[in-house]
């Protein structure tokens, strides 16, 4: 069995953090711009971040591809970043593939001293649930498992109730990201994990469409005349991969409304704004065709990256989607933290 998180990693993921899906920097030729990289992780901590999540969707799938070989790499910058902070964080690396592949990244997360493995079961899209817990028991067993419910429509599959139900008695299951963008399959997850009565399993958003609803919604349920209630804690999100310092000061209001019968009107509007917002980033007019350049696109209108080249050189921005962001710049400017960023981008793009 994979060791224990440490039990100040172990805390900050039980009371709940901001860890943002982190990008993959690239220059005009498309290779690694390793300075970039750094800049964004430093600017991650810099923000408040209680994690990073790197090699995930957010960083590009396609990092794993022979021709690219970016997996090790990415992961390796980041750790080192984090072990330069001044305080613990969370390291979380993506894990993706067949039992072969996911347990290799697995062991090269760990071996990097990554704390936990966000598992996507992407490729086992016509495994049953047998075969899905047999492959996260495997892996299980070399790190820790953030477990991740992903949106069918960026590569992910349903997972029923009964799997996650399952899931929830890995006894290495340590965290899971809720990200189906789905209110009835969100609620079989958290349905799932309150009924196995696992307090030690954290809940993390990956709802970009409900971030706000997510993180202040107390989930209860009966069973048997017993009240199980669970809250999702935290967020693993490519939105807050920008405007994270204003991300952290989001998850800390949501914070202080947790137990609270009224919640104030402003947080609900706050609530709207965000998924005005992400809908402009993520390019969900265009079925999220452009989420990784909507990003990338704020990353350069902020100095963070250089461009908003992917890694494919077909994904691009989507048609009207420059004018939407335009668009919810100007209606939320309060959403950004670019004052923030300018202060400091000098200091973080220093070798």
């Known amino acids: 069995m994979a060791a224990a998180l440490p039990a100040n990693i172990h805390a900050t993921l039980q009371r709940g953090c901001v860890i943002p899906a982190h990008p993959l920097a690239l220059d005009a030729e ?3 711009d390793e300075r970039r990289q750094r800049a964004l992780s430093r600017y991650y901590i810099a923000a408040g971040a209680g994690g990073l999540a790197v090699g995930v969707h957010t960083t590009q ?3 794993r591809d ?3 070989a970016l997996y090790r790499p990415v992961l390796e910058l980041a750790v080192e970043e984090v072990q330069r902070a001044e305080r613990p964080l969370l390291c ?3 894990l993706c593939g067949d039992t072969r592949q996911a347990v290799a990244e697995a062991g090269t997360a760990a071996a990097l001293g990554y704390h936990l493995g966000l598992l996507s079961l992407a490729a086992l899209r016509d495994a049953d649930d047998a075969a899905l817990l047999a492959h996260c028991r495997a892996v299980a067993e070399v790190i820790p498992l953030f477990g991740f419910y992903l949106q069918p429509a960026v590569g992910g599959r349903v997972l029923s109730y009964d799997f996650w139900r399952a899931f929830a008695d890995i006894e290495n299951v340590a965290a899971i990201k809720i990200a189906p963008f789905n209110r009835y399959q969100t609620l079989d997850v958290v349905r799932a994990v309150a009924v196995s009565g696992r307090d030690d399993i954290a809940l993390y958003t990956g709802n970009d469409d409900n971030i706000v609803g997510d993180l202040i919604t107390p989930f209860r349920f009966d069973l048997n005349g ?3 209630a669970r809250r999702i804690v935290g967020g693993l999100l490519g939105h807050w991969a920008v405007w994270t310092r204003k991300a952290v000061a989001l998850l800390e209001a949501c914070h202080a409304e947790v137990g609270e019968t009224r919640i104030p009107e402003t947080l609900l509007q706050r609530a709207v704004e965000i998924t005005d917002t992400n809908a402009a980033f993520f ?3 265009n079925n999220y065709r452009g989420c990784i350049p909507g990003l990338h ?5 902020q100095g963070l990256l250089e461009g908003r080249w992917c890694l494919d050189p077909k994904e691009d921005l989507s048609p009207g989607q420059p004018e939407e962001i335009d668009r919810v710049y ?3 400017p309060h959403l950004n933290d670019d004052a923030f960023v300018a202060e400091h981008l000098d200091q973080w793009l220093t070798p």
């Open 30 to 32: 498309r290779r690694l």
């Open 61 to 63: 799938f396609a990092i």
């Open 66 to 68: 022979p021709e690219v």
């Open 92 to 94: 979380v690396a993506g």
């Open 226 to 228: 017993e009240v199980r």
């Open 283 to 285: 390019d969900a007019a």
């Open 297 to 301: 696109e704020v990353l350069r209108r």
């Open 330 to 332: 100007r209606a939320y």
